[in-house]
């Protein structure tokens, strides 16, 4: 079980792809990879959570921490490709009222 | 003919097998008959529990051990996890932690804290007892099916 990350810079947008489980083992390495990110005025911050297949509190903390971040430097975070299992979390604990995320409805949809 | 099959994992309390015991907890949750979002509940709920032991019970030493404990009954499962670490007091640390709101300072949101929460929400019940270590009791009851049987009976 791993948890892996990469990022693509797309013209304004910074895309990351998150894939696998998050949890309290793997959460780490998440953390410091979003710790890493470099964060410049101007560019949008998507993160892709379609390959998320599991997520806890403690990666819901991750999100929260990110946001914290990105919100400092005035750059706007969104999050998108949340399966209904991950939207409903986000909605239960009420981040979804706070940051911005999209469903991959539109991806099922293609597919 | 016993009224549940009981089920006991006891597992060092240590971050990398806390997947493992959800995998038993989908293994056992799929025998009872529970749907694919009641499994992902309870395998959400059953981590938070072992998380917390993971993280707050043994801070002297290293060598704790979390027991995870499952009866399975026709149309529930209860689930039971142990630690005998350091206790805490449930209500007040259940006082201190939720869901956010739309209205909160950024900068102050908590990054913890809603373990509990979302134990609370995603089970039916759960109790804790802390006479010497901390005791979890989350209990998830099987839904879709017996609201079908119990249509069924009326019906005919």
């Known amino acids: ?111 | 003919m016993k009224a549940f099959d009981y089920i006991e994992i006891r597992v060092p309390a240590k971050s990398q097998y806390v997947s493992v015991i959800r995998l038993m907890i989908s293994g056992l949750a799929v025998r009872v008959g529970f749907s694919y979002d009641e499994i992902e509940d309870l395998k959400i709920a059953t981590s938070e529990a072992v998380t917390n032991v993971v993280h707050h019970a043994y801070k002297e030493s290293d060598e704790g051990e979390v027991v995870v404990g499952c009866a399975l009954f026709e149309d529930k499962i209860e689930i039971m996890v142990s630690d005998y670490g350091v206790s805490f007091n449930f209500e007040e640390i259940k006082s201190k932690v939720g869901p956010y709101h739309e209205e909160d300072n950024v900068e102050l949101l908590r990054e913890g804290g809603l373990g509990i929460y979302l134990m609370e929400t995603l089970m039916d019940e759960v109790k804790m007892n802390n006479e010497g270590g901390v005791t979890v009791f989350m209990t998830k009851y099987v839904t879709k099916e017996q609201v079908k049987e119990y249509v069924e009976r009326i019906t005919t």
Request: no cysteine.
């Open chain 1, 1 to 111: 079980m791993n948890v892996n990350v990469q990022f693509r810079e797309d013209g304004n947008v910074m895309r990351g792809y998150i894939e696998g489980e998050i949890d309290t083992f793997t959460a780490p390495v998440l953390r410091d990879e979003l710790e890493a990110v470099q964060i410049v005025e101007g560019r949008r911050v998507e993160l892709d959570l379609s390959k998320v297949n599991y997520i806890d509190s403690t990666g819901l903390g991750i999100f929260v921490a990110f946001y914290k971040k990105v919100t400092r430097e005035n750059v706007q975070l969104r999050l998108v490709g949340l399966s209904s299992r991950l939207v409903r979390l986000f909605e239960i604990t009420g981040l979804s009222e706070l940051m911005s995320i999209e469903t991959d409805a539109e991806v099922e949809l293609k597919q």
